[in-house]
């Protein structure tokens, strides 16, 4: 299957304070967009693979996106199968638009189309916590105040169309070495 993997931006973020397991108390209201990744996920007889022009696999390190496959496979009771994911990419990383993230919730769609089709989005938002603060929004998307770490959502009226300018500069920022800056 192949799904559209859409950004997000925060129209508001508040840092309430560190939180006892190390994450930050947060409060934000974050929106989909339109700029989007394009996931396809293909059977494979192999072991779970991933493709994305001008990214090689850590070694010996777990992907996101495999991370998220086998939570959703222990999560529905099955093992992971083979799977090849192919991501091309149009947001760009390390700009706080969620790219990663969004990458990862289209998977998960991807695969609840395919192997478990009645499991329900906060299923799918729960697993996606696993690997990402962000991904509970990034599955469910639209307008939402995050809460938490991210993961307590209310979702919000849709803002009006509208048209967002992105400007991204030349170097990006990882969102931990963000949040170590905010503490220091």
């Not at 994911?85 to 700009?95: D, G, L, R, S």
């Not at 790219?99 to 998977?107: F, I, K, Q, R």
């Amino acid at each position: 299957g192949t799904g559209a993997a859409y950004a997000k931006v925060n129209l508001g973020l508040d840092i309430l304070g560190t939180r006892a397991d190390g994450y930050h108390e947060m409060r934000m209201i974050m929106q989909s967009v339109s700029l989007c990744d394009t996931v396809t996920v293909k059977s494979s007889t192999g072991a779970f693979s991933l493709y994305m022009e001008g990214f090689t696999p850590p070694e010996g390190k777990k992907t996101l996106e495999q991370q998220a496959a086998e939570a959703f496979f222990h999560h529905i009771g099955k093992p992971l199968p083979g799977l090849k994911v192919f991501i091309e990419k149009q947001t760009p990383a390390y700009a706080g638009l969620g790219g990663g993230s969004a990458d990862v919730a289209a998977l998960l769609r991807i695969l609840r189309d395919a192997y478990a089709p009645d499991l329900p989005i906060e299923a799918l938002e729960t697993i996606g916590l696993t690997v990402g603060s962000d991904m509970p929004f990034c599955v469910r998307g639209g307008t939402a105040l995050a809460e938490g770490r991210g993961e307590i959502l209310t979702d919000l009226n849709p803002l009006p169309a509208c048209t967002f300018v992105l400007c991204k500069p030349e170097f990006g920022i990882p969102t931990p070495t963000l949040f170590a800056r905010v503490d220091g």
